[in-house]
Nanobody, 120 residues
Framework: QVQVVESGGGLVQTGGSLRLSCAAS????????MGWYRQAPGKQRELVAF???????NYPNSVKGRFTISRDNAKNTVYLQMNSLKPEDTGVYYCNWQTGRTQLSTVAYWGQGTQVTVSS
């Protein structure tokens, strides 16, 4: 089992910045793929940042150039640096942590989410 805990959410004004953290503990294996998702009220959960086990990152156009995902393997932690925040970035941000011995055998775990609110 893996426990995933997000932190760092809060209230920020338009144009501000926040850094979210996601720490994983428990049965962490050598292959780890992480993603940050967000869910706005009344909308589906959407991927906002992804980092592969090799460090490759990917972002949707809506956050590209503003959000940066990074990882600290020694601390089993992934970060999401969010700059130039907009009201449409408001939502609950969830960390998804996939871990396994191989790329084909990973199991995914979700954190409880952290609220990000961007005021206009």
């Amino acid at each position: 089992q893996v426990q995933v805990v997000e932190s760092g959410g809060g209230l920020v004004q338009t144009g501000g910045s926040l850094r979210l953290s996601c720490a994983a503990s428990g049965s962490i294996f050598s292959v780890n793929v992480m993603g940050w998702y967000r869910q706005a009220p009344g909308k589906q959960r959407e991927l906002v940042a992804f980092i592969s086990s090799s460090g490759r990152t990917n972002y949707p156009n809506s956050v590209k150039g503003r959000f940066t995902i990074s990882r600290d393997n020694a601390k089993n932690t992934v970060y999401l640096q969010m700059n130039s925040l907009k009201p449409e970035d408001t939502g609950v941000y969830y960390c998804n942590w996939q871990t396994g011995r191989t790329q084909l055998s990973t199991v995914a775990y979700w954190g409880q989410g952290t609220q990000v609110t961007v005021s206009s």
